[in-house]
């Protein structure tokens, strides 16, 4: 699938955010991740062949809990 496909069934959906192929790798791989995958399954579905280049497309950690929020004492 390519960018500008993306691109353009986005915008037909009336979505404004700026989205792409990569987006989508970015989404399966933290979903994958966050529901007990494990990195090195994730690497092979992504054929990449480190797995830190994986762990930069997860987007586990870019998430704020509200229990994170709620421990900040005032």
């Known amino acids: 699938m390519s960018g500008a496909l993306v691109r353009r ?4 959906a009336g979505i404004e955010t700026a ?3 990569h987006t989508f ?5 933290t979903d ?5 995958g494990r990195i090195e399954v994730a690497q092979r579905m992504a054929g990449h062949s480190n797995a830190k280049t994986t762990g ?10 509200v229990g994170e929020v709620e421990r900040i004492g005032i």
Request: include cysteine; charged fraction near 25%; aromatic fraction near 4%.
């Open 9 to 12: 069934r986005a915008s037909d």
């Open 19 to 21: 989205i792409g192929c």
């Open 25 to 29: 790798r970015c989404a399966g791989i």
């Open 32 to 36: 994958s991740l966050t529901n007990g």
């Open 56 to 65: 930069l497309y997860s987007r586990r950690n870019d998430d704020i809990s």
